[in-house]
């Protein structure tokens, strides 16, 4: 961006990388088009209690992904879909309980995470419920086919079954109460199982335990080369796909039983052709990924998923049962498993026992939306080991960005720095935009083309000009973008707050209000406020999409112009090239819960 003897006295305090011009390139940041959407995915939420803080984390996080892939190329379309899973013994019982229908229930309790979705402005797609024909029809097709392939067969179950989880387990995942000796619970979940014997169907699951061992070693392998994201890498983080591999590597694959007798579960779709069974809940619920994008339709052409974002205690069902179900049908796999870790209270798994369950809409209604979901981002976006819920922390994150991105607007658009910038803008004899305003300003900006400064550290940098926070945010794009692409959620999102707290610290330092010094370094600070802000408004779309909207539409950023490509310094007009007529306004709502 400087010429090289300006970054060597103004830089060799600032980054120990080696300072280089940085180029514009008005065309190629875009992520090339394709035929095929982006096609992004939660689990369906089994609907048998209220929603919980944890089913908003994974809506957050998928819809953190969905609208990156929005921003990063605009001309890929990108289907999202969620859903409730409302077949199984629990909705039966809890519709007997309540008195009505299990599909009475069903519209009522889903309704609950339509709302959810709705209030966390989850940019879903399609809203899939397994009660709906559409869904059943392909859970009916797949069985056919499974059949006709020789891979389902009728016989005796016996073993362990956890009506909490609507689960059949192995031996091998099975082991004593903790406090109940004449118990057994489930090693994943803790849920208690029982002995059961009845007549079921089986899927052959053993036949598929070689292939499933062969891809997840091949996506491991190819993950420890991968720099900057890959299109398949099977399950993220490592730690969880290392888990599957050693499963796999360990364990016998046993034929896996997906039906139940209809005379214990009546509320499900009846096998084909055997109304005396009833298809298995998971079997039926983990076909909604397919159902969703109009399976078996010739048309179909979002599949498969290139993000799955899954909770880890569910990892099993879609990293095993689904892929084998999806390889005995020749489909593709998903491309990517994101596997969260849980949020907890107090370091224990929320309950209802326990009285310690966040409710989300509550966390809005007393935050505010956006700093829910940047909260969730920041604290929980790295996936790995469980999060404890904290309403301290919550406070302390959502005052981090109100402050940082908020004060900030409301700093550099006070009319004591605007009069002084001013006076410089008057004092030429044309009316310039806003881009020519900055190239005048700092004459050293280039244009014509360079490298980026993503790979420099943010963290132990110091800002002291505004050319060198100009250096540093014109690479912020390229850094989230790899963050992004390696589904390093928290650390893209924090990347773009040290950038906020560069700047913030920035203006502290010039004071461009102070009569101290010249008007000349007040507009200095306005037109690089002006650009951090549209930059930084473009990256948090994501992360907090109503706040972003607000802070791009107060700086009058054409729609156009919001894509990641326009996050560049230098690639945006602001209102038009107008930049004095930028009003300031309050970015956020005063929390409703104060401590």
């Known amino acids: ?23 514009r390139q008005h065309a190629g940041n875009a992520a090339p088009t394709t035929g095929k959407p982006f096609y992004v995915t939660t689990p369906i939420f089994y609907p048998n209690a209220r929603p ?86 392909t859970v009916e097709y ?22 909490t989880d609507e689960c059949f387990y192995p031996s091998s995942r099975v082991t004593s109460h903790p406090t109940r000796p004449d118990s057994k619970i489930s090693t994943e979940t803790g849920s208690v199982v029982e002995w059961s014997s009845e007549v079921n169907y089986k899927f052959k699951l053993s036949m598929f335990r070689d292939v499933l061992l062969a891809h997840y070693s091949a996506a491991a392998e190819l993950n420890t080369k991968g720099e900057n994201g890959l299109v398949s890498r099977g399950v993220h983080p490592d730690l969880y796909q290392n888990t599957v591999i050693h499963d796999l590597k360990t364990e016998s694959l046993e034929d896996l039983s997906i039906s139940r007798p209809r005379e214990r579960i009546g509320w499900g779709v009846p096998v084909p052709e055997d109304s005396s069974q009833t298809v298995y809940v998971w079997f039926d619920a983990l076909l909604v990924y397919l ?56 370091q224990k798994k929320m309950s209802k026992s326990l009285g310690n369950v966040a409710d989300p809409l509550s966390a809005m209604e007393d935050f505010g939306v956006d700093p829910v979901r940047f909260y969730l981002a920041r604290v ?54 806003f881009r020519k305003y900055l190239s005048l300003q700092f004459p050293n900006l280039c244009f014509s083309g360079g490298s980026t400064t993503s790979s420099w550290d943010l963290e132990n940098c110091k800002v002291s000009t505004n050319e060198e926070l100009l250096i540093l945010l014109d690479g912020l794009g390229a850094r989230v973008s790899r963050s992004m692409r390696n589904l390093d ?11 906020l707290r560069h700047a913030n610290a920035l203006l502290t330092n010039l004071e461009p209000w102070s009569n101290v010094h010249p008007p000349d370094v007040a507009l200095s600070c306005y037109l690089t406020a002006l ?52 009003k300031g306004f309050k970015l956020f709502a005063s929390p409703t819960s104060v401590g």
């Open 1 to 23: 961006m400087f010429s090289r003897r300006h970054l060597r006295l103004r830089t060799c305090a600032f980054l120990r990388s080696p300072a280089r011009c940085i180029i």
């Open 52 to 137: 919980h803080i944890g089913h908003l984390y994974t809506l957050v996080t998928a819809d953190i992904i969905a609208r990156f892939q929005r921003i990063l190329n605009p001309a890929r379309p990108v289907v999202f879909l969620t859903g409730t899973d409302e077949h199984g013994l629990k909705m039966q019982q809890a519709a007997e309980a309540k008195g009505v229908s299990p599909l009475e229930w069903c519209d009522t309790i889903s309704a609950e995470f339509r709302k959810l979705g709705e209030r966390a402005n989850i940019s879903g797609t399609m809203f899939m419920r397994t009660t709906q024909q559409r869904h059943r029809d």
């Open 142 to 163: 797949v069985w056919r086919a499974l059949v006709d392939r020789g891979l389902i067969y009728k016989d005796t179950y016996q073993g362990y079954y956890s009506t």
């Open 291 to 346: 159902s969703g994008v109009g399976y078996p339709s010739a048309e179909t052409t979002a599949w498969p998923p290139d993000v799955q974002v899954v909770g880890k205690d569910i990892v099993r069902f879609h990293a095993v049962y689904l892929p084998a179900i999806l390889q005995a049908m020749s489909l593709p796999l998903p491309k990517t498993l994101l596997t969260h870790a849980h949020w907890t209270a107090g």
């Open 380 to 433: 929980g976006g790295r996936f790995r080991d469980d999060v404890d819920w904290s309403e301290e922390q919550l406070r302390k994150h959502a005052d981090e960005i109100r402050n940082s991105l908020g004060n900030y607007f409301l700093r550099v658009t006070s009319n004591a720095i605007k009069r002084r910038a001013a006076k410089v803008m008057s004092a030429s004899p044309n009316r310039l935009e």
């Open 489 to 499: 959620v928290a650390d893209a999102l924090h990347a773009i707050v040290l950038i």
């Open 531 to 582: 650009e951090t802000l549209r930059i930084t408004g473009i990256l948090l779309q994501p992360f907090i999409p109503h706040t972003s909207e607000k802070l791009l539409d107060g700086l009058g950023i054409s729609a156009d112009e919001r894509s990641v490509e326009y996050a560049r310094v230098g690639k945006g007009e602001i209102r038009g090239g107008l930049a004095m007529d930028v």
